[in-house]
């Protein structure tokens, strides 16, 4: 129970786990971030992590000056992209032995995210990009599925980008405005709510479809 709430506690103030951090250890948040991002969209069993949350909270942080706003996208950009490269390569190779030799893939994730691919094609690997857990499942799905690896390639490298740079700029632009920077606890707690909206929405229209 410790746990859970330390890590809900670090989730709801990451602003200031994050300016904690830079005050003590300064430029090592680059690689810190970068690990995060990276551990988040390539470990299939991370799906917790605040990624979307936190690319806000540090384009509003690079918005003071702490630190710099384009080698932090340039940086994040290619942790979610090496990420997901990962997460299709053990798909590809080692999905079968996973999925049926350990409890690490949950077959109901799985189901929901394959259910995605139906309905959007390739262009799942960029809308996942905005939806927590099938964000970390879907390039795990593509490699178990076999996607061509060429179109794999594409849909990661414009998802990593689209998702890294519009919500690091969304930060930079917007997290700093008084009412916001005030009120910053509820607006993560926003930004996870609605970027669960839509796989809640797809979820039950399956399920609906399904009875």
């Known amino acids: 129970m410790e746990i859970v709430t330390g890590l809900l506690n670090l989730l709801l103030h990451i ?5 904690d951090f830079i005050a003590q250890h300064g430029n090592w948040i680059y690689a810190l ?6 551990a988040e969209t390539g470990l299939v069993f991370a799906p917790f992590l605040p990624g979307d949350s936190l690319l806000f909270v540090a384009g509003a942080i690079c918005a003071i000056g702490k630190m710099d706003p384009l080698v932090l996208m340039a940086l994040l950009s290619v942790a979610a992209i090496l990420g997901d490269a990962l997460n ?9 032995t996973l999925i049926t030799k350990t409890k690490l893939i949950s077959q109901e994730r799985l189901t929901y995210t394959q259910g995605f691919f139906d309905q959007h094609g390739g262009k799942t690997i960029v809308i996942a990009r905005f ?4 964000r970390t499942m879907a390039p795990f799905a593509a490699g178990f599925g076999r996607m061509e690896s060429g179109k794999f390639f594409m849909f990661n490298v414009s998802g990593g980008l689209l ?11 917007f997290g700093n405005m008084p009412f916001i920077s ?30």
């Open 15 to 19: 602003d200031k786990t994050m300016l």
């Open 88 to 96: 299709y390569a053990v798909g590809r190779w080692f999905g079968q």
């Open 131 to 134: 939806l927590p857990i099938v």
């Open 163 to 173: 998702w890294v740079i519009s919500l690091t700029l969304a930060g930079y632009l």
């Open 33 to 38: 971030l970068f690990i995060i991002i990276f």
């Open 182 to 211: 005030n009120n910053l606890t509820l607006v993560i707690i926003g930004i996870i709510i609605v970027s669960f909206i839509p796989g809640i929405v797809a979820y039950l229209r399956e399920r609906s479809r399904s009875h």
